[in-house]
């Protein structure tokens, strides 16, 4: 069956410019991951929506980032004013409620000029 | 977030070698030690997981070996081959009410040579 898709699969955007990334997850999954990746380093965790609970925004670095999940099912993670420092691979999750396995997308690589 | 810390950085290794990563963490709530494997250009994928119940786990060439009262735990591949060349993670979590954030190591490069 299809997996965790994401959109763009590239994004090049200006210092300055809003951007929104776009994460399909398995569909049933009920919990949503989002994470960072820069290079060299780990997985950094950004904010997770699970069911209809509020979701746990404790890993967003600062208040220009910002997601939301429509229907418990599509999420987008909007980054507002964008730096240089954003330039990542932005990746997403998702997985069941009772399984720990997180099946990944393949990220969405943004490049902040 | 409680800090993971995954060593080597990077590990080269001849084919039939075995590679051996190691991680550290410091919660005890951790409860549940995935590791990841990530091809250049793919999401990390699930390789095999453990619970501290229990001290190893192998699957195929793949074993998880956990030491609960040091708070380690690594991945052994052994009979390594040249399509095991990937980065890996190794990840801890905890569990309290269904939640699941893991933190992840900084990952470790391995390069396997024919």
């Known amino acids: 069956g299809a997996g965790v898709s994401q959109s763009p699969s590239n994004k090049v955007t200006e210092k300055g410019k809003d951007v929104e990334l776009r994460c399909d997850p398995i569909s049933g999954h009920t919990a949503l991951y989002w994470y960072r990746q820069s290079l060299g380093q780990g997985l950094e965790f950004l904010i997770y929506?699970?069911?209809?609970?509020?979701?746990?925004k404790s890993g967003l670095p600062s208040d220009r980032f910002s997601a939301e999940r429509t229907g418990g099912s599509v999420s987008t993670l909007t980054i507002q004013r964008t730096q240089q420092e954003d330039s990542a691979v932005y990746l997403c999750?998702?997985?069941?409620?009772?399984?720990?396995?997180?099946?990944f997308g393949p990220g969405t690589r943004l490049t902040v000029l | 977030q409680q800090q993971v810390k995954q060593s080597p950085q990077s590990l080269i290794v001849q084919k039939g070698g075995i590679s051996i990563i190691n991680c550290a963490y410091e919660?005890?709530?951790?409860?549940?030690f995935p590791w990841y494997q990530q091809f250049p250009g793919k999401g990390p994928a699930l390789l095999i997981a453990?619970?501290?119940?229990?001290s190893e786990k192998k699957e195929g060439r793949f074993t998880i070996s956990f030491n609960k009262s040091a708070k380690q735990f690594s991945l052994h591949i052994m009979d390594s081959q040249p399509g095991d060349s990937a980065t890996y993670f190794c990840?801890?979590?905890?569990?309290?009410?269904?939640?699941?954030?893991?933190?992840f190591g900084r990952g470790t490069s391995l390069i396997v040579h024919p």
């Open positions: 990840a801890a979590s905890k569990r309290p009410g269904g939640s699941y954030i893991p933190t």
């Open positions: 999750a998702s997985s069941f409620l009772v399984v720990d396995t997180q099946y």
């Open positions: 919660n005890t709530a951790f409860d549940y």
């Open positions: 453990i619970r501290p119940d229990v």
């Open positions: 929506f699970q069911g209809n609970s509020a979701p746990d």
